[in-house]
């Protein structure tokens, strides 16, 4: 196992076309968790997941956002009629069941560019 | 409202030339403490958990150490190697319903040879 994976690492669209991402994370960890990054910004939450259940969305998360994690593996984050505000670092975490003293492992990110 | 601030901003030191980055914090029920150090273009790196105040971590040349309000990041003798951002994160006590860490906006730390 090599970590959390995330696919592709860069998305160059237009404004209003749709884009999918996709993090496959450390198969034995069982909660997801997805952020973005402005520049000079620390992470900001999305969403998590604990197996295939999606237990909390940040209210900065619109209708246009959406997220799965079907089975409990990989999982998918959707974002709809793209707009400028949504070019970003989407960064994908995974963690044991409780992250404790292993905090999270991130992968190294979506880089979205919206034109 | 959790916060977490960090600072200072950015910061440029020698090589050898020790020194402390700061992050305060409000929360509502504390959980966890957490340090990540992010490199150019890449995601967060776990460093440090703390729990409660007056714990301590070491890892090389970085000890993490914690008090009710902050948490401080100590570099002894940096090297240019150490050059990164270094983030902070807070998370809430889950039975409060929230699962997600709250982090700051990192400093950047510059190392000179």
């Known amino acids: 196992d090599t970590g959390v994976s995330q696919n592709p690492r860069h998305k160059i669209t237009k404004r209003g076309q749709n884009v999918t991402f996709r993090c496959d994370p450390i198969?034995?960890?069982?909660?997801l968790y997805w952020y973005r990054q402005t520049l000079g910004q620390g992470p900001e939450f999305l969403t998590y997941?604990?197996?295939?259940?999606?237990?909390?969305k940040s209210r900065l998360l619109s209708d246009r956002f959406s997220a799965e994690r079907p089975k409990g593996s990989f999982s998918t984050l959707e974002i709809q009629r793209t707009e400028q505000g949504d070019s970003a670092m989407y960064l994908c975490?995974?963690?044991?069941?409780?992250?404790?003293?292993?905090?999270?492992?991130f992968g190294s990110g979506t880089r979205l560019t919206v034109v | 409202e959790d916060q977490v601030t960090q600072s200072p901003e950015a910061l440029r030191l020698q090589e050898g030339e020790s020194s402390s980055l700061n992050c305060s914090y409000t929360v509502s029920g504390l959980r966890g403490l957490f340090w990540y150090r992010q490199d150019p273009g890449k995601g967060p790196e776990f460093l440090f958990t703390l729990y409660s105040a007056g714990e301590e971590k070491e890892k090389e040349r970085l000890k993490a150490t914690l008090t009710k309000k902050e948490s401080f990041l100590h570099i002894t003798a940096p090297k240019p190697e150490d050059s990164a951002t270094y983030l902070c994160?807070?998370?809430?006590?889950?039975?409060?319903?929230?699962?997600?860490?709250?982090f700051g906006t990192g400093t950047r730390l510059k190392v000179l040879a």
């Open positions: 975490a995974s963690s044991p069941r409780d992250p404790g003293s292993y905090g999270y492992t």
């Open positions: 198969s034995e960890h069982n909660r």
């Open positions: 994160a807070v998370q809430a006590d889950p039975t409060s319903g929230t699962y997600k860490y709250i």
């Open positions: 997941f604990q197996n295939e259940a999606q237990l909390e």
